[in-house]
């Protein structure tokens, strides 16, 4: 057998189908014959089809595929890819170290002997010395192989650097539940080029807050997120507008947002792009109805800008969230063992977020005096109903769980969602000495430093005991809690690991939200 071509195009695969009858077609046409398959491999080539460059040697990469529609034609090969820079003679050099590629002044042939290498070319181009800012030609790229078809690209390269930069969209603070607040923002220009490219900027927001949709250029997205379902919130807008060079220029309105009744501290990252030509922006499903928003030019100063193309900013909310603890021991399969489920509970009515990648709380767990750990059943990621628990080393540190101990810390890693709560799994044992003296659970602020305004502090912590009718002194609502209690039989069992890390400085391995920073 033929050995099957394992590259790949979208662009060809819509081409072949685009080509190809449908099966229905040929059919209801008894005369018609299907096409026949391909005999060699198609090629297509991937690459930017707009550069600007300026002084400094700026990366560019190209690369280049094949499809054989499933027709199990032979392998292409002596890949031979041109890159073609003549029009820009005087304007823009090439240069390339690949040793597959050899130049000849303003033309460069790179060529694959081996159908393992990679079907790529990483090179550089630079303005040359005498080069305006303005002045432009095109790169021409050529592919041949043999038992394939030959591909064409060309990419238009400018001089010039048009770069934006986003204003920085100051903190809100003691915002009213209910209320609607206004974030404005400016946008600059400090490229040496004008913008020629269409301008997405995009709100990325947890936590709660409900954004206005009433731009038509704009649109709109929310859905679930790891702590409060609904709390996420997109707008994703598109501007034509050309910003010139040291220009700065602002939002025609400000965007709109309300402060939902889950808020606390809602964190909105937020960005420029100038998007690539033919390239989807993408964004929420629901398009604004009311009159389009616009870039405009900036009347004020502002608060200054970020030192790149993204930002971020809170909006911490008058509310407060009630964090209880909760323990329940149960007994094992032989005795003197026993299984203490922890929880923290939310009791609301905000939601909390970590919006540094840090706990925004831990439980703080002492084992009867007679009883140590044996292990902590916990599953890894954000969603995870099972967290993980730290051995305790002192007030500033913890290290990895190890068997045999009486002091824990369990970090909250991503948030608590109003309602919900946060599971940690404990398995020990009791020793002969074990009198049924108490334990206790509590929680604490975790390092995220979040102030969470707690309005009772009484229910913080609990007390608990290994024996045949001990429970807690305060338990979990019946609803919105994870659906898990015991033993957990499919999780890890954490044993003993590692060096010691600082408490103050916990930080969870977990998916960080949209649009991570």
């Known amino acids: 057998m033929k050995p099957k071509c394992t590259v790949f195009g979208a662009a060809l695969v819509a081409m072949?189908?685009?080509?190809?009858?449908?099966?229905?077609?040929?059919?209801?046409?008894?005369?018609?014959?299907?096409?026949?398959?391909?005999?060699?491999?198609?090629?297509?080539?991937?690459?930017?089809?707009?550069?600007?460059?300026?002084?400094?040697?700026?990366?560019?990469?190209?690369?280049?595929?094949?499809?054989?529609?499933?027709?199990?034609?032979?392998?292409?090969?002596?890949?031979?890819?041109v890159i073609d820079a003549r029009d820009l003679a005087g304007i823009v050099s090439v240069a390339v170290e690949d040793p597959r590629c050899k130049a000849d002044g303003q033309v460069v042939t790179c060529v694959n002997t081996d159908s393992t290498q990679s079907r790529s070319v990483h090179f550089t181009v630079r303005a040359d010395a005498g080069a305006?800012?303005?002045?432009?030609?095109?790169?021409?790229?050529?592919?041949?192989?043999?038992?394939a078809t030959g591909a064409t690209a060309k990419a238009n390269v400018v001089v010039g650097i048009p770069n934006l930069v986003v204003g920085k969209v100051p903190d809100v603070s003691h915002a009213k539940v209910g209320s609607r607040i206004a974030l404005p923002l400016q946008l600059r220009n400090t490229g040496d080029l004008a913008t020629d490219r269409r301008i997405m900027v995009q709100w990325e927001s947890e936590g709660g807050l409900a954004f206005d949709r009433k731009f038509s250029n704009c649109t709109y997205g929310g859905g679930d997120d790891a702590v409060e379902p609904g709390g996420h919130a997109s707008v994703t807008c598109i501007f034509k507008a050309s910003v010139p060079a040291g220009a700065t220029v602002e939002l025609s309105s400000p965007?709109?947002?309300?402060?939902?009744?889950?808020?606390?501290?809602?964190?909105?990252?937020?960005?420029?792009?100038?998007?690539?030509?033919?390239?989807?922006?993408?964004?929420?499903?629901?398009?604004?109805?009311?009159?389009a928003l616009t870039l405009v030019p900036a009347s004020g100063s502002g608060s200054g800008f970020e030192t790149g193309a993204k930002g971020q900013f809170t909006v911490s909310a008058d509310n407060?969230?009630?964090?209880?603890?909760?323990?329940?021991?149960?007994?094992?399969?032989?005795?003197?063992?026993?299984?203490?489920?922890?929880n923290v509970v939310n009791?609301?009515?905000?939601?909390?977020?970590?919006?540094?990648?840090?706990?925004?709380?831990?439980?703080?767990?002492?084992?009867?005096?007679?009883?140590?750990?044996?292990?902590?059943?916990?599953?890894?990621?954000?969603?995870?109903?099972?967290?993980?628990?730290?051995?305790?080393?002192?007030?500033?540190r913890t290290a990895p769980f190890e068997a045999g101990h009486r002091h824990y810390v369990c970090p909250v890693p991503f948030g608590v969602g109003a309602?919900?709560?946060?599971?940690?799994?404990?398995w020990g044992k009791t020793t002969k000495g074990y009198d049924g003296v108490k334990g206790t659970a509590t929680v604490r602020p975790g390092p995220a430093g979040i102030p969470l305004h707690d309005p009772d502090a009484s229910n913080d912590s609990v007390t608990f005991a290994f024996g045949t009718s001990a429970t807690s002194t305060a338990t979990a609502p019946s609803g919105g809690t994870s659906a898990a209690t015991g033993a957990v039989r499919t999780a890890l069992i954490a044993t003993a690991a590692g060096s010691a890390a600082l408490l103050a400085g916990v930080v969870l391995v977990v998916r960080r939200r949209r649009g991570s920073h």
């Open 255 to 291: 965007l709109t947002a309300t402060v939902g009744k889950r808020v606390l501290n809602a964190v909105t990252d937020y960005s420029v792009t100038l998007l690539r030509p033919n390239v989807q922006p993408g964004g929420g499903s629901e398009r604004g109805t009311g009159p």
């Open 320 to 342: 407060f969230t009630d964090l209880a603890a909760a323990a329940t021991a149960k007994p094992g399969r032989k005795a003197g063992e026993w299984t203490l489920d922890l």
């Open 132 to 147: 305006k800012l303005g002045d432009s030609g095109t790169i021409k790229y050529t592919l041949t192989a043999d038992k």
């Open 419 to 426: 309602g919900k709560t946060q599971l940690f799994v404990l």
């Open 16 to 81: 072949v189908l685009a080509l190809a009858p449908s099966a229905a077609a040929v059919a209801d046409d008894p005369s018609a014959t299907p096409s026949p398959l391909p005999t060699q491999a198609y090629a297509t080539i991937e690459t930017e089809k707009q550069l600007n460059v300026g002084a400094t040697a700026q990366a560019v990469d190209v690369g280049w595929m094949f499809y054989d529609g499933g027709a199990q034609v032979p392998v292409p090969t002596n890949d031979t890819l």
């Open 347 to 396: 009791q609301g009515p905000a939601s909390v977020y970590s919006i540094v990648g840090k706990a925004v709380a831990l439980v703080d767990v002492v084992l009867p005096k007679g009883s140590v750990a044996t292990g902590n059943a916990f599953e890894e990621g954000e969603d995870s109903p099972y967290g993980r628990c730290l051995l305790w080393v002192s007030n500033t």
